[in-house]
């Protein structure tokens, strides 16, 4: 696949898992930690080294991308609820929306395990920008009360853009880097002129100890593709 095709198709799987995740209605870090281990990691993977041998990756299919995405939302579900959602849930919602292929349980249960060794055993979610930019709002909310004028959605919104424009992996940025940016980005566009006398970089500069030029010009790119300039 050319690297057009294959940045087509990252993109159309990332927005499948973010209305899977909708569909399934999971919490939004299930649904930041899915997309963390697929967009961040899993699917960047596969242009590097490509070595487990199995019918999910050889041939590449947007059919088994699709079913790896699901694999994500199932993992997450698994660290972080109790109980977790079952392979039956995940199976009912392929059989509605995966067209090109029907996947058994059994499949689930081995793009799982093919998913973590391309992974390398390594699926902590600890360090994802959802859970730094929740942190910060909270933050802010108890500092100032413009606080109160931005919204956690907010945040979220401009996560899902980044991740559907297919342009995460190109801010090159620390999670708490992107995270600040986002939360500036989030403060731009939805607290009204006229209430955001607040020193929203420089207090973000201060919480994280993220430089101010960086944020500035990550921020000027979210915006950017916020719209669409």
């Not at 694999?71 to 660290?79: A, D, F």
């Not at 995270?179 to 731009?188: E, L």
């Not at 209430?195 to 500035?216: G, M, N, R, Y």
Request: some cysteine; overall charge negative.
């Amino acid at each position: 696949m050319t690297k057009e095709v294959c940045s087509c198709l990252g993109t159309r799987v990332v927005e499948f898992l973010i209305q899977s995740a909708q569909d399934l209605q999971v919490s939004p870090i299930v649904k930041y930690s899915a997309l963390s281990l697929y967009a961040d990691r899993f699917y960047p993977s596969l242009s590097i080294t490509n070595d487990v041998k199995t019918w999910l990756l050889h041939p590449l299919r947007e059919s088994n991308l699709q079913l790896f995405a699901l694999v994500t939302i199932w993992i997450s579900s698994k660290i972080h609820d109790s109980p977790s959602l079952s392979v039956k849930s995940f199976k009912s919602l392929a059989d509605n929306t995966i067209k090109e292929q029907h996947f058994t349980a059994k499949d689930f249960l081995e793009a799982e395990l093919v998913l973590i060794q391309v992974l390398n055993y390594e699926i902590g979610t600890l360090t994802i920008p959802f859970r730094y930019f929740e942190d910060l709002v909270m933050k802010l909310s108890e500092v100032a009360r413009v606080g109160e004028q931005l919204r956690l959605e907010g945040c979220m919104d401009i996560m899902d853009l980044v991740y559907e424009k297919g342009e995460i992996s190109s801010f090159n940025c620390s999670s708490i880097h992107l995270a600040a940016s986002i939360v500036v980005a989030a403060y731009v566009i939805t607290v009204p002129l006229q209430k955001s006398e607040f020193p929203i970089l420089l207090w973000v500069k201060f919480v994280t100890s993220c430089k101010e030029e960086d944020i500035v010009d990550t921020v000027r790119r979210i915006l950017m593709h916020v719209f669409e300039l």
